[in-house]
């Protein structure tokens, strides 16, 4: 087997394959070192699962394809449990309990096992068995109404604060603190990880603000949500954009200096709510007069908070991306590289992902003490592939 480098080298985690954030959490911990063994049911590579190897959120990993609707699968599953650390699952609640691969009999087996639930509206309450996706989670928990444009509709902000801020990064701590927690206490635990609950508490800073009376439920009207003329984007010449967010008064004045606005009158009111509008306008007529390069180039090197917006096609080349290799090209795959980083125990690059030609599973089973017979009996009865 291959070695694994990172501060979670030694960790081994079963993930049963789904989509969105249970794979970020496992893509996160194999990022750092842990073998993370994936089961896909049997056609997966054919239904598109892993796109061809071009399944970013399925990188690093080992892979089975195991039929989990046979009980020689179910048993293989279990199996691999009883010596894994965790195990990580993303279906709607009751699922793995109809599988026979639910949390008693799992931490029966495995006393030690942190066994990881990634739902949407979580494992209880009346809209748990119910489907949804990011847009409405966020939805439930308010963040979503906090996103858009003052007297327009809420706008989802892609799938970030659901899916991967408040679900995928969630369980992945989750998961870590409860393995510490086994490590200490010899006692596992069952996480029930829920968007709804993540993204509520993404926004925590947001309900500060509310407690000290200081944000409105009238969209685009606040200092963080686009309402501020110092904490937005603008068009550019060239239709290019740039974001600007000197919030702190020494930045503030920066940024008026480099545009050549003298820091009196309306402009020196920074935080009247009232003038914002206006003061929008008045900045949105300059950034129009040059192109964003032109801009960058005005600001390189200031404390103004000022950025260009860049697309995802622009972003890997960005001198400073560059220079930190915050993106990495995988088999012709660009993506961004693994990411905090450890000083003492950097992670290896990513490894894109490879369809399960039996290879994984043979040598993943060998390692639990299966015989070559009995690996044999369960390819020829598509147990596992």
């Known amino acids: 087997m291959t070695t694994n480098h990172g501060p979670l080298a030694g960790l081994k985690i079963i993930e049963i394959a789904g989509i969105g954030p249970a794979p970020f959490c496992a893509m996160m911990l194999a990022d750092h070192g842990a073998q993370v063994i994936r089961i896909a049911p049997p056609g997966a590579d054919r239904a598109g699962m892993f796109d061809a190897g071009k399944d970013i959120l399925a990188r690093s990993r080992k892979f089975m394809m195991v039929d989990l609707k046979q009980p020689s699968g179910v048993a293989v599953a ?38 990881g639930r990634m739902t949407g509206w979580g494992q209880n309450g009346p809209r748990a068995h119910t489907a949804g ?62 968007m709804v609950d993540g993204s509520a508490l993404l926004a925590s800073m947001i309900w500060g603000f509310v407690a000290q009376g200081q944000w409105s439920d009238k969209r685009g009207s606040n200092m963080l949500d686009g309402g501020a003329h110092f904490y ?10 740039i974001s600007i967010g000197p919030i702190e008064p020494k930045f503030y004045s920066e940024f008026l200096r480099r545009m050549g606005i003298a820091e009196t009158g309306d402009f020196a009111r920074q935080h009247d709510r009232a003038l914002w509008p206006a003061l929008k306008q008045k900045l949105a007529a300059a950034f129009a007069t040059k192109t964003r390069q032109q801009w960058c180039e005005l600001f390189d090197g200031s404390d103004a908070c000022v950025a260009p917006v860049l697309s995802l096609a622009e972003a890997p080349a960005d001198p400073h991306n560059a220079h930190r290799k915050t993106f990495v090209e995988v088999d012709g795959i660009v993506q961004p590289r693994p990411a905090p980083r450890f000083s003492a125990t950097p992670a290896s690059d990513p490894v894109m992902p490879r369809f399960a030609d039996g290879t994984d599973s043979a040598a993943l089973l060998r390692e639990i003490g299966y015989s070559e017979e009995k690996i044999t009996d369960l390819r020829a009865a598509g147990a596992v592939l």
């Open 133 to 194: 996706h990011d847009i409405n989670y966020i939805a439930l928990s308010g963040v979503l109404d906090c996103v858009g444009r003052a007297g327009e509709r809420p706008i989802p902000p892609v799938n970030l604060i659901g899916d991967f801020g408040g679900g995928g990064m969630l369980l992945a701590f989750g998961m870590l603190a409860a393995i510490l927690h086994a490590m200490r206490s010899g006692e596992g635990q069952v996480i029930d990880c829920a």
């Open 78 to 115: 279990r199996d691999l449990c009883k010596g894994a650390d965790g195990l990580i699952e993303g279906f709607r609640p009751g699922v793995m309990e109809r599988l026979g691969l639910g949390p008693d009999l799992l931490l029966a087996d495995n006393p030690k096992l942190v066994y």
């Open 232 to 241: 937005d984007t603008y068009a550019c010449a060239d239709g290019g954009h």
